[in-house]
């Protein structure tokens, strides 16, 4: 481990002004559950930490007005356990459950989630260069591609890198148009949660758009009523701590057993959080039953380009769509 | 022998382990400690070329850089088992992973800085990374035989020619791998979480060229050993060597992923086998040969068959195993390290067989009972393996199942399957030498061979030496694993109870003749402490050995010195084997097709139970490793780079509390009439052995799918 600069300002403003001052090498540190991993696999090498959780008020989970919004440092257990959640928005809590132990629920937060950075196995064995990485050294070449590419997307992927963008919570966001507030050195913006992911490309190195000193405040999610009507279906290769194979975030307005709106995105399967528009076009106008509901699976895996152990994703994809939006609309018939 | 059964007692360090005052190996605090990590090697073969420590050095805290220069050329290799030397630091390159130096620092962050910045170049080989590799070597291992296969699996009404695939797996326990060496005052101390803290002792003063008469080991608590820790480990001698150059305190705690390259595992092996059965369902001939991956030098023998002779009484057969020797570091033991693989291959092929003549799976077993050993006619000393499979069959409501593969549902739609299975495993022994000292001031420390890591042996000879003596429980000291205090012998293979609880038993018989001779018709009340104090003896004392059925003082004298001392399970007059039968319900969701096992019954024939609540956990244990085994963990190697690619605890996917279903355990309690004074066998292996298979055989019956490669994952049901 490389010694590295530590410190804990106490507003926003501090925050990004400390990061300026480090200048290179410097990270934001909230929780610290994947940084601090990423630093063991000497993968992340920072040389300054502008550690964000003793900065006031970042916190609060908030529910007036027509928005939710949660502070970028509130705890993920702390969102997943609010009960007007849990009852409203069921997509939100369950993507929260079902990530991680309790344990990383306690520490990290929503805001640092949204970086969370990819579970590749080639590119988390960087120590030593074994195994050529885009990411990790951009232009090295692509391990995962030709190799053990059970966990590797087939949507979004590029011939420079096929790595999975690994989240529940950011899937589970682009499902409900969230955006996220920003605080930089340009002063403060706006953005949909969609927008902050990178596809891979030919710079898979680059993930996320957030600016050089920019750090995610608050996350914000339009109040709805589909939110009551949704679920976050996640598959994955034990009953828990594990990341998704397969995941679907849904949401659903319903008129009887006719689809009005439909909202789904994807999880393990993609480059970034997946918003599936043609599987959401397949249904909207039609009366909800389980052909459709697989017709629609399919048709969000219409250009899924697999590897040589992925291919099971596609079909295993489109059922968990299917099953998710069976659940979701299930939640209407009370 | 007395039959009765023990009484339920509490594991006699529950108290410490859930306050975490249980203390293990790395734990023990020693002043001016020095903290190490290795280098791994990056490349799987060749040789290093360049080894750049200044980088390394010059970082503040790092006190030394050890390198191959540091290390005396290697011992010659022995003859008798258990004892080979593992490599120090070599300039060969034989795997990737392989130790190339070691950084010795004030602090654990500085000797892990200085690990990152040694830079190594390499001359590279081609290498084989599988077992399909073109530059593997095949290696044909002496086939076992009797009767006459061919001819039996020529005549067989039905026959089934089936292949079975068990993957590379890696222990994962919690507690790291760590050896802790201290040199002073002419001696050497080693604290480490090991199996075999005598093997340490000897192998390591070998390998250093030193007196072992100077080395002593201590493995005070182990936190999971299973095999992993029952050979000499790689990191052992080359921490007692940088200990002894610089004078002071060294420890090592490897970090996980470097576990998957320097600890040894489950290789990947193929079984292949023929299996055929009368028109009466009777089986008649086998045919079963096995190969594995092995390394270049590797000693872990490919007898997967072996388990399986004695299963039923099948009078032919014909076992051969077969080596791919590769570019890895050595395979070895893991739980039930040939029975589980080989029990899984074989039980399903059973399976197979029963569903090919409409057998019922239980009844089919049921008929291809034995009362001798078919290899070699001996009598087997106790079994009962058809009233495991007759009271689990019970227990679980066999009668209830229907037979044909996709019959039964559960309400939520999901596929139900019911599975059986049998286990079996050798009933081994050694020799072990015991001090029972017993004081006036009320404590009493009792000193033996083997060592303690959870399976309960504390727990075990606490039973025997409580309910034989009047003591106080609270003052009971049980020191195992010391090669201060006796001389230690690997503890493994199940036979830690048949081994040592007999000698708590023999002691307890000496004590009580001891303190009755001392009173000599006196009547004195209350605990031996009392007595003693009554008769102003401040303690007393008694010693004793024990060898195993036919074993003679070559055995003690080998247990002395450090070597191998097991016998079994052919013993001179009988042959004495340890059975389970498991029973399994899984469920497959009808859409994403998760498998879920939602309850499992084991019985086993393990003898006399000493610890009935340990025993429970054993299997409890076993058939969470087997669910893993069958449904989980598997190390991927890509074959283009060599090593083992998914080296973390998200990657290599072990069972996690929500798998587990309800895992309900009985015990025949037979008593073994013959194997020893206490009527023990064995049952830590066993518990796993065929659980995997049950389950496989479930999900058979709940698809009509015959998996025959493990871990099953949910893409082979889509």
Redesign the interface.
Known sequence: MRPFTYIRPATPQEAVGAFAEAGEGARFIAGGTTLYDLMKLTIERPAHLIDVTAVRGLDRIEMDGDRLRFGANAAMSAVAGDPTIGRDYPVLSEALWKAASQQLRNMATVGGNLLQRTRCMYFRNGGGGIYPCNKREPGSGCAAIGGLDRGQAVLGTSEACTAVSPGDWPVALVAMDASIEVLGPAGSRSLPVGDLYRLPGDTPHLEFTLGPGEMITAITVPKTPAGRLSTYHKIRDRESYAFALTSAAVALEMSGDRVEGARIALGGVATRPWRASEAEEVLIGHLLTPELALAAGQAAFRDARPGRHNSFKTELGARTITDALIIAAGRGRT | MTTTPFKDRPRIDAFDKVRGATAYAADIPVPGMLYAMLV?S?VAKGRIATLQVEDAINVPGVVRILTPDDFPPPPEPVRFPNADAPPTLHRDIAF?GQPIALVVAETL?AA??GA?RVAATFETQPFAATKRSALAVREEARPTAFGDAGAALAQATMTVDVEYESPAQHHNPIELISTTAVWADGRLTIYEGTQFASGIKEVVARILRIDPGIVDVKSPSVGGAFGQKGWVQQQTAIIARAAMLLGRPVKLVT?R?QIFHLAKFRPNSTHHIKLGADAAGKMTGVHYVADQQQSRRGTFPPDYHAGPTRLYGIRNYYGGGLDYRIDTQPPGHMRAPHEHPACFAFECAVDELAYSLGADPVDFRIANDTRVDPQNGRPLSSRHLNECLSRGAQRFGWSKRTPKPGSMRAADGSLVGWGVASGIYPALVTATVATLRISADGTTRFTTTHHEFGQGIKTAIGAVLLDGLEIDAAKLDIVLGDTTAAPQQITAGSWGTFSVVPTAALAVERMRAAISELLAGRQVSGAIHQQLAAIRRPFLTVEVSLLGPGQDAAALERLRRGQYAVAGPTFPDFTAMSYIAHFVEVQVES????I?MPRVVSVADCGRVVSPRTAVSQVRGGVVWAFGAAL?EVT?V?P??G?F????L??Y?V?????IGEIDVDFIGEPDPVANSVGVKGLGEVAMVGASAAIVNAIFHATGKRLRELPV???HL?
């Open positions: 791994p990056v990737r962050e892990t800085e990152e970090p992923g859409t994403t097709r998760r879920r989980r991927e890509d283009r780079f090593g690619l998914n080296n973390d998200a990657d996917v069972p996690v509390n929500a798998d994952r949910i893409e889509l």
